[in-house]
Nanobody, 124 residues
Framework: QVQLVESGGGLVQPGGSLRLSCVAS????????MSWFRQAVGKEREFVAT????????YYGDSVEGRFTISRDNAKNTAYLEMRELKPDDTAVYYC?????????????????WGQGTHVTVSS
């Protein structure tokens, strides 16, 4: 199975942008649907976005719809999360996750392949 490493987090002002990357190694990246979740302090892990393997269809959580974009580059074994118009409520640890099943999976309990997370802080 793949191993995942996120990067790209940091401190950004409200209204700013960041791009997170998730590099996969160890297996066939294109066979996995890739997702991003986030977890703020004291809160449950929340679904952010997913890109379904094969079809490339994308789905987003309500709180990020229209501001975030998930994409993937199978040649680079990398998934991305482009984040725009960031708000303080977007502050969290962002995790990428992989699943080999075909379909839409928005519950973090469905996933057993995770990266270590990258911190995003939105503050002035």
């Amino acid at each position: 199975q793949v191993q995942l490493v996120e990067s790209g987090g940091g401190l950004v002002q409200p209204g700013g942008s960041l791009r997170l990357s998730c590099v996969a190694s160890g297996s066939t990246f294109s066979s996995y649907s890739m997702s991003w979740f986030r977890q703020a302090v004291g809160k449950e892990r929340e679904f952010v976005a997913t890109i379904v393997r094969s079809s490339g269809s994308t789905y987003y959580g309500d709180s990020v719809e229209g501001r975030f974009t998930i994409s993937r580059d199978n040649a680079k074994n990398t998934a991305y999360l482009e984040m725009r118009e960031l708000k303080p409520d977007d502050t969290a640890v962002y995790y990428c996750a992989a699943i080999m099943l075909y379909g839409l999976f928005m519950d973090h309990r469905d996933y057993d392949i995770w990266g270590q997370g990258t911190h995003v802080t939105v503050s002035s």
